[in-house]
């Protein structure tokens, strides 16, 4: 039976069991994608029947972190919440005869797996208790026995068309008797998943390639309870750049480490719709408007995905440099230490690295010497490479005189540049005055230019610097 609904419905279902992770993301776009593509309906279904697993604290970091990205639901469920629902199909099957209790001891099931494994079977539930009289199961329930409930799944061939990689089949044959709930109370995933998609009216199961092995159990469990078939796609896995699954091994992947960070929620979604996504174009920047009027899923590949955090990287560069000066500000406020700097200086502060940071929380150890009163480095670093220390010492000299009687007034940019070019060009190198000028003033090896750095510390602090610098030398 196929699903013939008009209005799109897809859902991203996550587990609490954890942070919010990049694949997770992956998954949960694909489906919003989708969905807001076709005028549809996204829900957000949290999938907690784990009670030992699910922590609220996940659910709040899943929440939280997909509003950040701007992956907003139209509903949302919590399947802890809907046991009454689930009991009512569970009790379906049982009274069908299609499920029934099993009181097998853990010792008992390892035994038959073992065996089963060493005649080469795969293993799986023989039905042992599939034919408890009601008396006996009844009277065995009323002792608090230890139980679940498993479910007979009818032996065949089942085949499904993924939307993604064609024509699926399993046999049956071979799952056995699935567990499908502990008791009335706590069905399990495969069992929950199904009554939710038919509840839910989902049209679109989109979700990890690691699911297919579910797909033909919820198959089997839909027809036994007479439900319609959603349609199917499966999403390439995401690998690390060793191509092996992405995972833990690769790094810390969850959102909260890339937001920390300073990752654009718009740079993190443009990466991850391009991860077994091809736009069909050599575009690589889409805004996720952009990606709502693209998207298909005959485009998601089969293929597995490598996940690149050097494109990422580029990524958030390129969104980086967008930002306007005070958006960017905003955005790099909670990195730097609040001094009471107005905020004029501090937009001029990061416009000096707009160009190259990859990601805001660099602008901390970028600009930290804007923001401390004494620059600590070792004196050596003032002598440029094709210099000496007397020489760097003359030169400092030199730059107190000239920018002395600068005034305030012509204190900016070009002029500086100016004067200062003229007096270093009349040496070969001019790297005798420069390089010690930009490193008196940032005390580090590399940083924006001098004049613009210059510029934007003013002419007090500038000279300060100068005359710090000179004193660090004093001993030679
Ligand atoms: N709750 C499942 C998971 O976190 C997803 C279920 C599904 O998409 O069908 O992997």
Redesign the pocket.
């Known amino acids: 039976m196929q699903n013939t609904q008009k209005q799109i419905r897809t859902?991203?279902?996550?587990?609490p069991?954890g942070p919010l992770h990049m694949g997770?993301v992956r998954?949960a776009l694909f489906n919003y994608l989708f969905s807001k593509k076709e005028k549809g309906i996204f829900i957000l279904?949290i999938?907690d029947t784990d009670k030992a697993r699910s922590k609220p604290e996940w659910e709040k970091d899943i929440t939280e972190n997909l509003s950040w990205l701007g992956l907003q639901w139209d509903e949302f469920y919590r399947q802890s919440e809907r046991t009454a629902i689930y009991k009512k199909y569970l009790e379906q099957l049982l009274e069908q005869g299609k499920a029934y209790y099993c009181f097998c001891k853990p010792e008992e099931l390892e035994a038959i797996r073992q065996d089963q494994l060493s005649r080469g079977v795969i293993p799986h539930y023989t039905g042992k208790c599939r034919g408890l009289g009601k008396e006996e199961c009844e009277s065995r329930l009323k002792k608090g026995e230890a139980k679940v409930i498993r479910f007979i799944g009818e032996k065949k061939t089942i085949t499904f068309d993924d939307l993604i990689r064609g024509k699926i089949s399993f046999d049956t044959e071979l799952l056995g008797d699935i567990v499908i709930a502990k008791d009335l109370e706590t069905p399990l995933?495969n069992f929950s998943?199904v009554v939710d998609?038919y509840e839910m009216n989902i049209t679109h199961?989109?979700?990890?390639e690691?699911?297919i092995p579910?797909t033909p159990k919820?198959i089997l469990l839909q027809e036994a309870l007479g439900l319609p078939r959603p349609l199917y796609a499966h999403l390439p896995l995401l690998l690390g750049e060793d191509r092996t699954k992405l995972s833990k091994r690769h790094g810390d992947q969850s959102v909260a480490r890339y937001r920390t960070q300073g990752y654009l929620p718009e740079a993190v979604i443009n990466f991850l719709a391009l991860l077994g996504w091809n736009p069909g174009t050599e575009e690589e920047i889409f805004s996720i408007e952009e990606l709502i009027k693209e998207f298909s899923l005959e485009r998601v590949q089969k293929a597995g995905a490598v996940f690149n955090e050097k494109r990422l990287n580029w990524l958030n560069a390129s969104y980086i440099r967008k930002k306007s000066p005070s958006e960017l500000t905003q955005l790099v406020m909670p990195y730097l230490p609040q001094t009471g700097l107005e905020i004029k200086k501090l937009e001029q502060i990061i416009a000096l690295y707009q160009e190259r940071m990859q990601n805001l929380s660099e602008i901390a150890a970028l600009a930290d010497y804007f923001f401390v009163e004494q620059l600590d480095y070792p004196k050596e670093l003032l002598t440029w490479k094709n210099s000496t220390p007397r020489k760097t010492k003359e030169a400092l000299e030199k730059l107190e005189t000239i920018l002395s009687a600068v005034s305030e007034k012509d204190w900016e940019r070009d002029t500086l540049a100016n004067i200062l070019l003229g007096e270093a060009e009349k040496e070969k190198d001019r790297g005798y005055l420069l390089w010690p000028l930009r490193t008196a003033l940032t005390g580090k090896q590399a940083s924006a230019g001098p004049f613009e750095v210059a510029t934007v510390l003013g002419k007090e602090k500038t000279l300060e610097r100068i005359k710090e610098a000179q004193q660090k030398l004093t001993a030679i």
């Not at 859902?11 to 587990?15: I, K, Q």
């Not at 199961?205 to 990890?208: E, H, S, T």
């Open positions: 859902r991203y279902a996550p587990s069991t997770g998954t279904r999938e995933y998943v998609d199961v989109i979700r990890g690691d699911h579910n919820q």
